[in-house]
């Protein structure tokens, strides 16, 4: 195990932050730093075909063992961190059978990782954590995946007895800042199906999302002095109170779960004159996903009888679409996943995603593409960490599956 270690802190080492305001691909050119790196570890295990692109998009092969014909299937992870915490200096910790108890990352500003608040972490009594030492993330979002991968491609070159078909690989840049896909050539790539490896606990195996969008409603007013304005004052600031009054209370993020969709208004600048609102859509099901929108729309229609045309102006922008309706008419690439993990012994854990993955976007742009637990725990802060027998577990699952699709032909 201990090469994986290795690997894993050699790659989270290096910092490839991503940035949302940049335009361009990578969004930052540290990304390059890790890539170039990747695309030499690949050949060094042995993958075939290894290519980056003007994008920092990295793909590899690894030719199938076998003459039978068997469909090409694919594994993808993304090897920026997120804007939302700093990627710069990491000084990963390893905590050796770990007791159950508090960890110290850092004396100083006296951040600690305990049970008491992540009560994940008891499950991995006896195990290796790797964590941060506080002033950083850790990166295992999605590193831990790029060394799963890594790994297992380089126990099947090891262990020719397990028969497989050809295996694609791909590194992404931008994941982050939801760019992941936007690149990705999925003719090139050339798979049937893929799966990500971007979860977080051992068993994770997602292939629902939301159906999402963005939303932005102005509302136009009219100032006029306010000793005078009697039936002509029109007050954009109440307007919106009125606008928000009216989107449905119970269905906001804070007051829902599992499949329940909501409307999350995050930003409102108000005046007189005028106000604007922001905020997202989300629903699983594609029905009530338009339904939300319908309401947006149907609101604002009446705003505007009532106080003239034109006075709400609503932008509704899809941002991805929930993925199930690209995999179920292909339900196999889930059984294989689950039937992989069922063999090792792992007990899948099937929930819809609150979010998005690139996964999503890929499925919609041809490609099938499930995604699967990578380990780590509390992404995206100086909490994260990840059990390195979590790691290991996701190396076998990776393992199983090109075993698995090859049997089943
Ligand atoms: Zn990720």
Sequence with gaps: MQHLIDRFIRYVKIDTQSDPESDTTPSTKKQWDLAHKLVLDLMEIGMQEVTIDDH??????????????????????????????????????????????????????????????????????????????????????????????IEAMSYLIQH????????????????????????FDVEKFGAEWAYTMDGSQVGELEYENFNAAGLKVTFTGKSVHPGYAKDKMVNAVLMANKFLSLLPQNEVPEKTEGREGFFHIYKVDAQVESACMEGIIRDHDKDGFEARKGLIHQIAGDFNRKYGSEVVKVEIKDQYFNMRE??????????????????????????????????????????????????????HGPYEYVPVESMQKAVEVIVKICELTAKRK
């Design 56 to 149: 920092a998009y990295i793909m590899a092969t690894l030719p199938a063992n076998t003459d039978e014909d068997i469909p090409v299937i694919g594994f993808i992870s993304h090897f920026d961190t997120t804007p939302d915490y700093s990627g710069t200096n990491i000084n990963p910790r390893i905590i050796e059978d770990y007791d159950g108890r508090d960890i110290v990352l850092d004396r100083k500003s006296d951040m600690i990782l305990s049970p008491d608040y992540f009560d994940d972490l008891l499950m991995y009594k006896g195990q290796t954590l790797i964590t941060t030492d506080g002033t950083t993330l850790l990166g295992a979002d999605d590193k831990a995946g790029i060394t799963e991968i």
């Design 160 to 183: 020719p007895e397990i028969k497989h078909g050809k295996i694609r690989v791909a590194f992404t840049p931008d994941e982050e800042i939801g760019r992941g896909a936007h690149k």
């Design 326 to 379: 690209k995999v179920e008419p292909v339900m196999h690439i889930v059984d294989i996943a689950e039937q992989a993990m069922r063999e090792l012994d792992i007990e899948p854990i099937i929930k819809p995603i609150r979010g998005g993955t690139d996964g999503s976007q890929l499925s919609y742009m041809g490609l099938p593409c499930p995604n699967i637990f990578a380990g780590g725990h509390n992404f």
